[in-house]
């Protein structure tokens, strides 16, 4: 089912990425792209193995460089940033990764406190209680909160693995293959949980996927990174409204599969 349009409001950025180049030796992941992340959008960025994805996190996070161009998250130019400055910012972006695994030994309470006092030394128990509470009733598991990480659902415990990243009420969200490795039904599950998030909590976020259903439920615009640019973009359906072959490759690929 194709995402309901929402009103974004395409005059408020809070990612910025202008003329951005990066390259490793000989190979050119990303040539002189351009892409913006409007507040309180779902972006989904398609692309085959390889194409960049990875990189430009790392690039919206500080982690790598562009060797040309300039990278504006939430105000701040990234690429002009101290350590501490960028540590600050990150904070202010949920990452939600195929391996940020829960703790084991930990229950599901100890899990979403963790990150807590880690990072907000100052709450009180009363505070910890409530962001915890919170941000379970947020992601539809408040009976969870005493059990353990084994006892729990693929898609339970990944809703958790989300909740764990919301704790801190990030601004922008990045998730990384979200859908990966789980089962038809927990894909839609985890899809309403990516709409229900950014509905909740205001978030604007990015989501990288070869999943086309994935793509189709959560975009409100799809980008699709081709041979290192940013070559279609729009809703699911003008995204594949095209006889570029190697759109169309994509698209075969992933409904044969
Ligand atoms: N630190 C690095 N040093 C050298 N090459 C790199 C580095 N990081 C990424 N690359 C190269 O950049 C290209 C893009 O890699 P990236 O990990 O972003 O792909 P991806 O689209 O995320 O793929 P996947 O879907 O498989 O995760 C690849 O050719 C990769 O080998």
Redesign the pocket.
Known sequence: MEKAKLNIDHSQSVIEIRNVSKS??D?H?LKNVNLDLYKEENLVVL??????????I?LISGL?KPDEGAIDVLGESVTELNDRQLRELRLKIGFSFQNSALYDSMTVRENLEFPLVRNKRKLTRSEINYAVEEVLDGVGLSQAINQMPSELSGGQRKRIGIARTLILRPEIMMY??PTAGLDPITCLDINGLINEVQERYKTSSII?T?DLACAKEVGDRIVM?LDGKFERQGSFEEIFDTDDARVRAFYNYNFIL
């Open positions: 490793f030796g190979n992941v692309g085959r193995s390889g194409t960049g994805k990875s990189v430009l790392k790598l990384d293959e990288i070869h990174l």
